[in-house]
Structures are given as structure tokens and as C-alpha cells.
């Protein structure tokens, strides 16, 4: 029971292996809950619960000491609760169907090709900030992002890196230095400048992303966390890109958009075995919406490769998405 005050758990200890969290928001502000490992590294979040809603989050949890957070409003390190998860360290560590088994370390080598392409994106956009040349600096800010925006569940397990990389201006806690890509993003789209302080970000956000990088070997994943992660992605597109919140400077919006359907395409696509033979029906469903989706994409899809500015999309138009992203999410959760 999540409220403005409390993250009340009914058990602070259990066995590991999979696990069920049923969330109640009993608070006046929209939360999210994190299960968060030592280092604040994430097993498992799940992100706008609204007041008076409930939600269900399925994690695989190995044995070890946790934290359970709420955070009413969405911000701060978030009420915690201590967890204990006993048994065998490895209880949850390899899933009875040896297809799950292949699905993910399949998933963990799309991560790290998604990783390894980024860097080079984004080294080719610290340079052209560094060479001063803004118009470059601008073609090469959206393509820089696109690794990111398809793995992000995995980039934001690592819990000191996302905040680092990609947090916006209106996300900041109390006494964080905002850095990375959004902050390059308003100097280079609203500001139209480069001056020294850009050119060391520059050089930061590669530094961080080269951490985020090396680190996808440690990173958690199960097949669960494959299908949360599925679903987060299009939840930062529900939450962010549909607004136009996300790339508010840029309107590079339905780029991330594409990356973070790709990505969840892809986890799906690696379950789908599993998947469509415990349920046909919800495979056929889930084949149409994600081609649904893609192929109102894919109106919006230029010649040279790059999206539609998203301030050139109608509110009409941003409804089409939402209703489309909410048909795929739905089946998909």
C-alpha cells in the first residue's frame, strides 16, 4: 500500500524466485515503486500509478537484502522499506524452459550491439559540439539516442547512470547538476550555442555512456524483466513522447518513439515462442498492434531517415499514437 506518507509492505521477508507485487496508491499523488538492490540498482520499478489505482508487478528476485520504494510525486530517493529474500542465491537465476534461457541471453547481447552502436553515435556528436558546429551537432542529436532509447529498461537498472545521461530540466533532485543529453539538447535547439561548458558535457555524456556500456554484462535480466521492460518502453511513450515532454527542445520525439517500439518488439519477439503457445490468442493480438503501431511510424518516416519535427504533429495526430500505443500496451502488460 502505497500512500504520500507510507510504502507499507504486507511481508519484509519471502522466498526468492518469482514474485508478485499487487501496488495500491492510497495517496493524492501519482507514484512509482522500485525494488532496488544494493547501490540503488533496479530489479524491477514500475512508474505511473495513478491515485486510487492499483498495479501488478511479476519480478524474478534472487536472494539477498532490498529496498521497496514509493515515491509519491514521482521524485526523491522515495519512502523505503527494507526486504529480506531467502533461499538459494541462485533460485532465480535460470528459468525451467530452456527457451526462456536462450531468449535471454539473446536479449542481453541485443543490449550490448545497442550499447556498442551508441557509442560511436554519440562520439560523432560530442565531436561536432566540440568542433563548435552546431546544425551538425543538431542532425546527429536524435540518431545518438537511438541504442539508448531501445534497451533503456537495462540502461536504467544501472541506477547512477540514467539520471546522469537522460534526465530533463523538470526532473532534477535537490542538489543535482543536470547533465547529459537534454542539457546539450536546449543548448543546441533552444540556445543555439556551444560554448566550453557544452564541449565538457559533450565529453561527459560519452564517459557516461561508455560506463553504461561495459556495465550490460552485470545487469539482471530474466525473462520477466524482458517483459516488464517491454512494457516500460511503451510507457515512456505513453508518459513522454506522446506529449512531446521527452524532446522538448528538439521535437525529435517520434525517433525515441521508434527506438523504444523497436526495443519492445524486439523482447517481445525473443518470448514469443513461450509466449504464443501458453497464449495463441494474445500472440495474434500482439502481432497486430505492434504492426499497427510501426506502421503509423512509418507515415511519419522521411526520405533521409529522419522523423517528422513533432511540433509539425496535430493534437488529433497525438491522439492516433496514444490510442494506438494504449492497444499495445494493454495486451502487452
Known amino acids: 500500500n502505497a500512500t504520500d506518507t507510507a510504502c507499507e509492505v504486507s511481508k519484509t521477508s519471502f522466498p526468492a524466485g518469482h514474485v508478485v507485487l499487487d501496488i495500491t496508491n492510497k495517496g493524492s499523488k501519482t507514484t512509482e515503486v522500485y525494488v532496488y538492490a544494493a547501490g540503488d540498482k533496479i530489479v524491477t520499478e514500475r512508474e505511473n500509478i495513478g491515485p486510487g489505482t492499483k498495479a501488478t508487478i511479476n519480478a524474478e528476485i534472487k536472494a539477498g537484502s532490498y529496498e521497496i520504494a514509493c515515491k509519491p510525486g514521482m521524485v526523491g530517493d522515495g519512502i523505503r522499506q527494507k526486504i529480506t529474500v531467502t533461499g538459494d542465491a541462485s533460485a532465480a537465476a535460470a528459468p525451467a524452459d530452456p527457451r526462456l534461457t536462450a531468449a535471454v541471453d539473446a536479449y542481453r ?16 556528436f560530442a565531436a561536432a559540439i566540440k568542433a563548435g558546429d552546431v546544425e551538425k551537432a543538431k542532425s546527429l542529436y536524435a540518431p545518438s539516442r537511438t541504442g539508448w532509447e531501445r534497451t533503456e529498461p537495462v540502461a536504467e537498472s544501472f541506477g547512477d547512470i540514467d539520471p546522469k545521461t537522460d534526465t530533463r530540466e523538470d526532473g532534477l533532485e535537490a542538489g543535482q547538476e543536470w547533465t547529459g ?15 566550453d561548458d557544452e564541449k565538457k558535457l559533450a565529453d561527459q555524456l560519452v564517459t557516461d555512456l561508455k560506463d553504461w556500456q561495459k556495465k550490460i554484462p552485470e545487469a539482471e535480466i530474466t525473462a520477466t524483466s524482458m517483459a516488464n521492460g517491454a512494457k516500460e518502453l511503451l510507457d515512456e511513450v505513453a508518459t513522454g513522447k506522446i506529449t512531446g515532454e521527452e524532446d522538448r527542445y528538439s521535437h525529435t520525439d517520434l525517433a525515441d518513439f521508434a527506438a523504444n517500439v523497436e526495443g519492445a518488439r524486439k523482447a517481445y519477439e525473443l518470448l514469443k515462442p513461450v509466449a504464443s503457445e501458453k497464449d495463441a490468442e494474445l500472440a495474434k493480438t500482439l502481432d497486430s498492434e505492434f504492426a499497427a503501431t510501426e506502421a503509423l511510424l512509418a507515415k511519419y518516416k522521411q526520405a533521409d531517415g529522419t ?10 495526430e497525438r491522439k492516433t499514437f496514444s490510442d494506438a500505443v494504449n492497444a499495445l500496451g494493454e495486451p502487452l502488460s
Open 109 to 124: 547481447k541485443y543490449a550490448q550491439e545497442q550499447a556498442d552502436l551508441t557509442i560511436p553515435a554519440v562520439e560523432a
Open 181 to 195: 543529453w537534454h542539457k546539450l539538447e536546449k543548448s543546441l535547439f533552444a540556445d543555439a550555442k556551444i560554448g
Open 307 to 316: 522523423y517528422t519535427s513533432y511540433d509539425k504533429v496535430a493534437d488529433a
